[in-house]
Nanobody
Framework: QVQLVESGGGLVQSGGSLRLSCAASGSIFRLNTMGWYRQAPGKERELVAAITSDYKTTYSDSVTGRCTISRDNAKNTVYLHMSSLKPEDTDVYYC??????????WGQGTQVTVSS
């Protein structure tokens, strides 16, 4: 089992920045991927960014150039720094943890609200 604790969401004005954090604990395999999805009510969950344990990154087209994902393997923590935020970035952001061949684990979600 893996437990994920997210922090850093909140209310920010358009053009502002936020940093989300997600700390993993429990049965942490060395080779893993951590990242963030987001989901608005009535919509499908969308991948925002992901990073492997050897620091390969993936970004959705909608956030490329505005977000940076990073991780601290010693702390089993992933960070998502978001800048130039837009109202359409308003969503619940979910952290996830995955080991190849095993189910994903999810955090409880953190609300990000961008006011215009």
């Amino acid at each position: 089992q893996v437990q994920l604790v997210e922090s850093g969401g909140g209310l920010v004005q358009s053009g502002g920045s936020l940093r989300l954090s997600c700390a993993a604990s429990g049965s942490i395999f060395r080779l893993n991927t951590m990242g963030w999805y987001r989901q608005a009510p009535g919509k499908e969950r969308e991948l925002v960014a992901a990073i492997t344990s050897d620091y390969k990154t993936t970004y959705s087209d909608s956030v490329t150039g505005r977000c940076t994902i990073s991780r601290d393997n010693a702390k089993n923590t992933v960070y998502l720094h978001m800048s130039s935020l837009k109202p359409e970035d308003t969503d619940v952001y979910y952290c996830y943890f995955q080991v190849p061949g095993l189910p994903q684990y999810w955090g409880q979600g953190t609300q990000v609200t961008v006011s215009s």
